[in-house]
Structures are given as C-alpha cells and as structure tokens.
C-alpha cells in the first residue's frame, strides 16, 4: 500500500508496459517481489471467455496510482477508489482481447519483438532484464505475449471502428482558432490539427465501441477487495465485511485492509470489532502518517479526543517534507483540528503546508531556469516530425500547441502535456531510458525515480487532456 509503495521496499525493478500500437513505452517503477508470480495465475475476473489476472490488476493499479500522485495526491481512502476503476480499466481490456479474438485480430510480432528489444536495452545485461521481469511473474516468452496483449488493447477498436479526418473538419476548427489568431498560418497548423481531431474521434469511438461490447458481455469479479468497495458503496455492509476479511486473508500484513475493515464494521453497527481492526492497523504500521490519522478519527468519532489529539500530533511530527504526499497529511490533520475547534492548532498545519509548497515551488523555478539555459532552440516547425513535436526537435511545445494553447487560456504545463501526447506518438524511448539508468546508477531512489519516470509519461499527465 501506500507505505510499501513510498519505500524502497526489496528490489526494485522497471517494468515497461509497451504499448506498441501508440507508439510509445510507458516506463513503469515498481517495488518487484516474486509474490508476482503467483498473481499472475490468480484469476480476480473472467469476461466471455479471457481471464484477468491479479497481475493485469495490480500492473493496472500501479499505473492509475502513479497518474494520481502525479495529478495532485492520493490518500488512503482513494486507494480502494482506484483498484475499482482499475478492475474497470482491465475488463474493457479483456473485452478488447475477446473481440480482437473472435475476429482473428493479432498482434504485429515484428513489432512486439522491436517492443520487447527496446525494453531490455533499458538494462544493463539480459541477467538484469530477466530478473526484473520475473519479480513480476514475467518470463521472456510471457512478457512478449504481454506486449502482444497491449498492442491489440491499444490498436484494434481503431481496426474494427477507423476513424477519419476530413479536409472541411480540419478548416473549421483552423478557422475557429484564426478568428482570434490572424498571424496563424494554415499550412503550419494543419499537421498539428489533424491530430488533436483525430485523438478526439479516436477517444470517443474507443468509448461507443467498449459500451456496445460490454451490453452483450459475460463479466464476473473474484476480487475481494474490489467486491468489498462495491459492497461498502452499495450500502451493504455486512457483504463488505465479509470480502474484506476475505482479502485480509490473502494479505494479511496490509494496515489499510484492516482500516477498510475497521470502517466496515462500524458501518455495520460492530463497534467492538472495528476499534480491534483499527488497532491491528495500528500495530503493524506504528509510524505510518495515514494509520494514525485514521485510528485517529475513529477516536474523535468515538468521543475520544485526548487520544484522537496525540496521535494527530504524532501524525503531523512523522509527514516529513514530501510534497506528495506531507501537504496531503497535514491537511487532513488541519481539517479534523477544525472540526475540533482547535484552530491555533489548524493554522500550524496550514503553515506547514505553506513552508512545504513554497520551497517545492522554489525548487521547480530553480529546475526550469536551468532547463531553459540548457534548452536547445526549437526549429521552425515544416517538417512532419516537428509539426507533432518530435522529441528530436527539443522540449519546447510546437508553436501551434503555444499559440492555441494561449487562445484556449491553457497554462504552460497543460501546453508542455498536449505536446508531450503528440511526442510519444513518435519517439518516447529515452523517456523511460534515462529513468532506468538513473536508478541502475543509483543517482535516485526507487520512489524518487517512479516520480521521474511518471512526470514524463504522456500518461502520468491526465489534467492534459485536449479540449473537447
């Protein structure tokens, strides 16, 4: 969970989810551990006739968390919250896979094989490569029908449902765009335009076309976690309690589990039984900020303040400096400390979060003058490449992204994600490249290396979706 995933916990590894049909290598950090293997023969959902493997969830998972840490921050109750959407994420997969197959729908090998050559050059030596993918259930041979997999996940609903972009829909949005932005000129634009109308229409049939699959579709969960959640959701406590004490059981040193169990509980009028689950979280992480926030408020909800107040404190002293995730702790202790009337006490922890983002922001101005100084000049945009902004071409957003982007009102970051989509269309290679070497030098930490890695995957940036 959240202290595992915040910690250097056992080996960590890079694990790069190709999706070949995009184009583009996601690169993915994770603390690797040999339980993988057996995951990846748990079944935790059947669609039609395609099993989905606890570690399609947990690939998945990862993926959706590092996108929201990167988009503003994660607490604990979001952590069930995104192993639902994942579940969902991974059964339209599934139901891809099973349309792809009835329609006799492969992968491309050569480029599987491309894909999966690339990969391993992220590694020092094969011995390296290997390893990494076995502590997550890969072997060689899997691993290539694991990229086979996302290849048609991220291809076929374009094969069975193309889109196109026609002359006159291109002119029409140009001519939106001029109306504000006479200097544009309409042949330097075109490129760039095109594709932004075709991510749109690609996107929304990608929709249409997994809702129509998913009326006539077969779909069972096993996942009792994510049954849990659903359960609790639905108002049916009981049902919740039972699937988690069904999770626990398979992961048994998981305090969040024990926290969904704790709050299920009471949900369900078991007063007694939740404070033993909120306590048993407790003890296995003593330390962990958001354990002793949530054993916390069960104590304040219980009336017991003198205790809900110490471990608040003990709370706020452990958050530490981390602009992912401290800000995050001591806003929640800043908003039970109101709630308790205790403002004096709120107004520190807002001042700890002012401290911790203003040298944060510091930090990023200081990160991007240096950039800007090392930055090498954009060419003027009349090649292909460069009018999709070609990582070739430099860091800096095409003109046409500057210029719409300052029509739509759009801030610098949201420019620098748009382009940065068109760019991994082409080449995203030395994205994940430099992070897997930083780390085999040792130059970061597993956790600092994830957030190096996120920030420069076209996925990591979900506030940059274009407009509609």
Same mark, same amino acid.
């Given at each position: 969970?959240?202290?595992?995933?915040?910690?250097?916990? %056992?080996?960590?590894?890079?694990?790069?989810?190709?999706?070949?049909?995009?184009?583009?290598? =996601?690169?993915? @950090?994770?603390?690797?551990?040999?339980?993988?293997?057996?995951?990846?023969?748990?079944?935790?959902?059947?669609?039609?006739?395609?099993?989905?493997?606890?570690?399609?969830?947990?690939?998945? !998972?990862?993926?959706?968390?590092?996108?929201?840490?990167?988009? *503003?921050?994660?607490?604990?109750?979001?952590?069930?919250?995104?192993?639902?959407?994942?579940?969902?994420?991974?059964?339209?997969?599934?139901?891809?896979?099973?349309?792809?197959?009835? +329609?006799?729908?492969?992968?491309?090998?050569?480029?599987?094989?491309?894909?999966?050559?690339?990969?391993?050059?992220?590694?020092?030596?094969?011995?390296?490569?290997?390893?990494?993918?076995?502590?997550?259930?890969?072997?060689?041979?899997?691993?290539?029908?694991?990229? %086979?997999?996302?290849? =048609?996940?991220?291809?076929?609903?374009?094969?069975?449902?193309?889109?196109?972009?026609?002359?006159?829909? =291109?002119?029409?949005?140009?001519?939106?765009?001029?109306?504000?932005?006479?200097?544009?000129?309409?042949?330097?634009?075109?490129?760039?335009?095109?594709?932004?109308?075709?991510?749109?229409?690609?996107?929304?049939?990608?929709?249409? !076309?997994?809702?129509?699959?998913?009326?006539? +579709?077969?779909?069972?969960?096993?996942?009792?976690?994510?049954?849990?959640?659903?359960?609790?959701?639905?108002?049916?406590?009981?049902?919740?309690?039972?699937?988690?004490?069904?999770?626990?059981?398979?992961?048994?040193?998981?305090?969040?589990?024990?926290?969904?169990?704790?709050?299920?509980?009471? $949900?369900?009028?078991?007063?007694?039984?939740?404070?033993?689950?909120?306590?048993?979280?407790?003890?296995?992480?003593?330390?962990?900020? !958001?354990?002793?926030? $949530?054993?916390?408020?069960?104590?304040?909800?219980? %009336?017991?303040?003198?205790? +809900?107040?110490? @471990?608040?404190?003990?709370?706020?002293?452990?958050? *530490?400096?981390?602009?992912?995730?401290?800000?995050?702790?001591?806003? @929640?202790?800043?908003?039970?400390?109101?709630?308790? %009337?205790?403002?004096?006490?709120?107004?520190?922890?807002?001042?700890?979060?002012?401290? =911790?983002?203003?040298?944060?922001?510091?930090?990023?101005?200081?990160?991007?003058?240096?950039?800007?100084?090392?930055?090498?000049?954009?060419?003027?945009?009349?090649?292909?490449?460069?009018?999709?902004?070609?990582?070739?071409?430099?860091?800096?957003?095409?003109?046409?992204?500057?210029?719409?982007?300052?029509? !739509?009102?759009?801030?610098?970051?949201?420019?620098?994600?748009?382009?940065?989509?068109?760019?991994?269309? @082409?080449?995203?290679?030395?994205?994940?490249?430099?992070?897997?070497?930083?780390?085999?030098?040792?130059?970061?930490? *597993?956790?600092?290396?994830?957030?190096?890695?996120?920030?420069?995957?076209?996925?990591?940036?979900?506030? +940059?979706?274009?407009?509609?």
């Amino acid at each position: 969970m959240i202290s595992g995933m915040r910690k250097r916990a %056992g080996t960590i590894v890079a694990v790069i989810a190709g999706i070949v049909a995009l184009g583009m290598i =996601i690169p993915m @950090l994770f603390a690797g551990s040999n339980a993988n293997t057996a995951a990846a023969r748990l079944t935790v959902a059947k669609v039609n006739s395609v099993k989905v493997t606890a570690l399609d969830l947990a690939l998945e !998972f990862q993926q959706a968390y590092s996108r929201r840490v990167q988009s *503003g921050g994660i607490t604990p109750d979001d952590i069930e919250v995104l192993r639902s959407e994942a579940m969902d994420t991974v059964i339209e997969d599934a139901l891809i896979l099973d349309a792809a197959k009835e +329609a006799g729908y492969v992968a491309n090998q050569i480029m599987v094989d491309s894909a999966f050559e690339a990969d391993k050059s992220y590694f020092s030596d094969e011995r390296e490569f290997i390893s990494a993918l076995s502590n997550w259930g890969f072997t060689a041979k899997s691993y290539k029908e694991y990229l %086979g997999r996302r290849q =048609i996940i991220g291809s076929y609903p374009n094969v069975a449902a193309p889109v196109e972009v026609t002359d006159e829909e =291109i002119q029409a949005e140009f001519d939106k765009v001029a109306a504000t932005q006479p200097d544009l000129e309409y042949d330097d634009a075109r490129d760039d335009i095109e594709q932004l109308i075709r991510y749109r229409k690609e996107l929304a049939n990608r929709e249409t !076309f997994i809702k129509d699959l998913r009326e006539d +579709a077969k779909i069972r969960l096993y996942d009792p976690r994510v049954l849990a959640y659903r359960a609790m959701a639905d108002g049916d406590y009981d049902e919740a309690v039972k699937h988690y004490r069904k999770a626990i059981k398979q992961s048994p040193q998981d305090p969040y589990l024990q926290i969904s169990l704790g709050k299920a509980l009471a $949900a369900a009028g078991k007063a007694r039984d939740s404070q033993t689950a909120f306590e048993s979280a407790l003890k296995m992480a003593p330390e962990e900020p !958001f354990v002793l926030i $949530a054993q916390a408020d069960n104590l304040r909800e219980s %009336g017991d303040t003198e205790r +809900a107040r110490d @471990l608040y404190q003990k709370a706020s002293d452990l958050a *530490g400096q981390d602009l992912t995730f401290s800000p995050i702790v001591h806003g @929640l202790i800043r908003d039970a400390y109101t709630e308790m %009337g205790m403002d004096d006490e709120a107004a520190q922890e807002e001042e700890k979060i002012a401290g =911790i983002q203003e040298a944060a922001r510091a930090r990023w101005e200081e990160q991007l003058r240096m950039t800007s100084l090392s930055r090498p000049r954009i060419r003027h945009l009349s090649s292909s490449s460069q009018s999709m902004g070609d990582s070739r071409a430099g860091s800096h957003p095409p003109v046409f992204i500057t210029k719409i982007g300052r029509v !739509f009102g759009w801030t610098l970051r949201r420019q620098e994600a748009l382009m940065t989509y068109f760019r991994t269309k @082409l080449d995203c290679g030395n994205m994940s490249k430099n992070s897997s070497a930083m780390l085999r030098r040792g130059r970061v930490t *597993g956790k600092s290396a994830l957030r190096y890695s996120s920030i420069q995957s076209s996925l990591s940036v979900v506030l +940059a979706k274009p407009p509609t």
